[in-house]
Each structure stands twice: as C-alpha cells, then as structure tokens.
C-alpha cells in the first residue's frame, strides 16, 4: 500500500538552530515528491518539486533532498517566520498525491 | 494571477442544511482537485476533475457530497444533509495538466462547523 510518513510530528527550534524534517514513502512507482508549506487559516503553499533521486533543490534557508526512499528538507539557521507545518506529498499512479500529516515547526526568538 | 479562489472562507450551518463550497481554479489550469483536511486524517482528497470531467469520486464519503464543474472556471462542492463529523477545512486546488508529476496549487480553504 502507498504510504508516507513524515517525522518528527512537532519539532522546536532555537532561531539560528539548523535541522532537518523526514518524509519516508513506499509507493509503487514514484512519480514526483513535493514539499508544501501550511501557515494557520491557509491553504498549502508550493515549495519544491524532486523528481529523482539525488536531485536537491534550495530555496533561502530550505533544501530538500530526494532519495529512493525518503525526502528530508533541510532548513539551515531558520527564523520565527520559518514557523509553519511542512507538507510532503507524494505522486502516485496517474493523478494522485498521497499527503503525509506534516511536522509542526515552531522556531523560537 | 490571482491563484486559487474559494468561498466562503467560514461557513456555519446546522445539522441537516445544504452547504454548498465554491472554486475558482487558475485560470488555464486543466484539473481541479477538492480535499478534506482534519487532525485525525491530514488532507484527503474527496474528487478530481480534468477537463471538467469527473476522473475519480473514490473518495467522496457518501452519497451526501455531490460535486460539479460545469465550466473550466468554476466547481461546487455540496453536502446535504450536512452532519457534524463533516466539519473540516476543505480545499480546492488546481494544477495545469493534473498528472502525478504536476504542482498543485491549493487555495485558502473554506473551513465548515456543523452543529
């Protein structure tokens, strides 16, 4: 069965205090793995797109990093504004994203 | 581009109404997406459309949601009777092909309380 799982659930990060969010997946076919950032009352907001492994992608003070069988996004000296939940999605079969539950983010002044 | 447009963005209602959630997709955008989001379950996608054609309803709880696109610029998404485990935030989001290699883009959601 297609699933993923994404850890920690919640993580709390001094500013400055760099860390990684893990997104593993087991899907029959990988045809694209997404990042999505969730602020509070708003709709998911498009981050990065990894089609393969060993493809990164950066973006300010996030990177994310694909392998055959996890995603992790890197966030290097993050700010209280970083503060967010992280959505992973995977694409599977012909249309469908398969969502993780999300890491909680909270960075502390 | 003004991106994905959904009303309203709260609704309240009461047990046994008709509710009725709206979208307006990007403009050029080819599919059309309606999810569910809660605590418990995370985001669950509820149907999609492409090319204004219903693909896939699997995941339509029951026969009290109904769903429409009667144009590539507009779908509806209806509950009745509306029930309080329907509370939720749903989302619509487009993207502009609608393969499993496409970006979706979501809109701000439309988060419902039935009491």
């Known amino acids: 069965e297609d699933q993923v799982t994404q850890s920690p659930e919640a993580l709390r990060l001094q500013e400055g205090e760099s860390s990684s969010l893990n997104c593993s997946y087991t899907?029959?076919?990988?045809?694209?793995l997404f990042w999505y950032r969730q602020d509070p009352g708003k709709g998911p907001e498009f981050l990065f797109t990894?089609?393969?492994a060993g493809e990164e992608k950066e973006k300010e003070r996030l990177k994310a990093t694909l392998t055959k069988k996890e995603s992790f996004l890197h966030i290097t000296a993050p700010k209280p504004e970083d503060s967010a939940t992280y959505l992973c999605?995977?694409?599977?079969?012909?249309?469908?994203?398969?969502f993780g539950t999300g890491t909680r983010l909270k960075v502390l002044a | 581009d003004a991106g994905v447009i959904q009303s309203p963005r709260h609704e309240v209602t009461e047990m046994g109404q008709e509710v009725t959630l709206r979208c307006k997709p990007i403009?050029?955008?080819?599919?059309l997406f309606w999810y569910r989001q809660t605590m418990m379950r995370g985001l669950e996608l509820l149907i999609y459309?492409?090319?204004?054609?219903?693909?896939?309803d699997s995941g339509m709880p029951e026969d009290r949601f109904s769903a429409k696109m009667p144009n590539a610029s507009f779908s509806t998404l209806k509950i009745q009777p509306s029930e309080p485990r329907d509370s939720a935030v749903y989302f619509c989001?487009?993207?502009?092909?609608?393969?499993?290699?496409?970006?979706?883009?979501f809109g701000p959601g439309t988060r419902l309380t039935v009491l």
């Open positions: 403009s050029g955008h080819n599919s």
């Open positions: 899907v029959s076919g990988l045809r694209g």
């Open positions: 989001a487009s993207s502009p092909v609608g393969g499993a290699t496409d970006t979706q883009y």
């Open positions: 990894l089609y393969s």
């Open positions: 999605a995977v694409g599977a079969g012909t249309y469908k994203y398969i």
């Open positions: 459309f492409n090319n204004n054609v219903p693909i896939d």
